[in-house]
C-alpha cells in the first residue's frame, strides 16, 4: 500500500510518501514541502497549492491519504490556512476515489514515538529511525508528512506491532 501524509499548510505544507508491506513494514518513497508565498493572494496560493498537490498525485499515485486533523489554534488566522490546505489536499483524494484518514497531532506523536507529548525533535528523529532514512527530512513539516503516513500504516495493527517497531527503532535494529 501507497501512502501520501499530508501535513496542511498554506505557506508550507509537507507531503510524505511510503509504501508498506502486508506486515506493516514501511519503505521510503519520497518527501517534500510545497511553497506558496504570503504575498499572493488567497485564490492563488490554493490553486498553486492544488497543482503542485495533483503532480505529487499523478506521480507518486498513492492508494490512501493521511492528513493531519486541523485542531484548534490561539492563531484564527493561521487555523484557517491550514483547513484551508488540509481542504484542498482532500478535494485532491476524493477526485481520485482515494481514502482519506484523519488523524490529529496527538495521534500521530503516540503513533511514532511512544509519547502523545512528543516534540518535534523526537518526531524526527523517529521518522528518520523507522525509515531508515540517510538524514533526518527537513524542515520539520516534511519529518510531520512522513509521521503521518507512518501514523496510518500502523493503524489497526495492534499496539503490540507498534511497541515493538519503536523499540526495535530506538536501538537501531530497523
Known amino acids: 500500500m501507497r501512502i501520501l501524509g499530508v501535513d496542511p499548510g498554506l505557506t508550507r505544507c509537507g507531503v510524505g510518501i511510503i509504501d508498506t508491506d502486508s506486515r506493516r513494514k514501511s519503505t521510503f518513497v519520497h ?36 492528513i493531519e486533523r486541523v485542531f484548534s489554534q490561539h492563531n484564527v488566522r493561521t487555523a ?18 482515494l481514502p482519506v484518514a484523519m488523524y490529529t497531532p496527538t495521534e500521530v506523536k503516540a503513533a511514532v514515538t511512544g509519547s502523545g507529548r512528543a516534540n518535534k525533535d523526537q518526531v524526527t528523529a523517529m521518522v528518520t529511525r523507522l525509515l531508515n532514512l540517510a538524514a533526518p527530512p527537513k524542515p520539520a513539516d516534511a519529518a510531520d508528512a512522513l509521521a503521518l503516513a507512518l501514523c496510518h500504516s500502523w493503524k489497526g495493527a495492534g499496539q503490540q506491532r507498534l511497541i515493538d517497531a519503536i523499540e526495535r527503532a530506538k536501538v537501531g535494529q530497523l
Do not use: I, K, Y
Request: hydrophobic residues 50%.
Open 80 to 97: 484557517m490556512g491550514t483547513a484551508q490546505a488540509s481542504a484542498v489536499a482532500m478535494l485532491s483524494a476524493t477526485r481520485r476515489h
Open 31 to 66: 518527501v517534500a514541502v510545497l511553497n506558496t508565498a504570503a504575498e499572493t493572494p488567497l485564490p492563488g496560493r490554493l490553486l498553486a497549492l492544488e497543482q503542485s498537490l495533483e503532480l505529487v498525485f499523478e506521480t507518486f499515485q498513492p492508494d490512501v491519504v493521511a
